[in-house]
């Protein structure tokens, strides 16, 4: 099981990122059971959950600091999870991490920084 994430980079305020995390060695099966999630960690910060999304795909679960800026969403036959995110702010800068809930697997991360 590998997890490759991209898409980070550096970004004014206010603006949009989507990050993707490509799933590997999971078969149709597999992938689509697993309960997928994206985290964030900012330097001298303890990581922290930043959204999650069902097997399925519905009832994702949203941090509060990011609700209603951040949408995340799986495609369960070509396997990646994406976070796209609007409205950046100074706060979003951190590293993200996909990661799968069953097994316990991380990616390396992608940074985000959010500055003008």
């Known amino acids: 099981v590998q997890l490759v994430e991209s898409g980070g980079g550096l970004v004014q305020p206010g603006g949009s990122l989507r990050l993707s995390c490509a799933a590997s060695?999971?078969?149709?099966?597999?992938?689509?059971?697993?309960?997928m999630s994206w985290y964030r960690q900012a330097p001298g910060k303890e990581r922290e959950l930043v959204a999650s999304?069902?097997?399925?795909?519905?009832?994702?679960n949203y941090a509060d600091a990011v609700k209603g800026r951040v949408t995340i969403s799986r495609d369960n036959v070509k396997r990646p999870v994406y976070l796209q995110m609007n409205k950046l702010m100074p706060e979003d800068t951190a590293v993200y991490y996909c990661?799968?809930?069953?097994?316990?697997?991380w990616g390396q991360g992608t940074q985000v920084t959010v500055s003008s």
């Open positions: 990661k799968c809930e069953n097994r316990g697997s």
């Open positions: 060695g999971f078969t149709f099966i597999t992938f689509s059971a697993e309960v």
């Open positions: 999304i069902s097997s399925g795909g519905g009832s994702p």
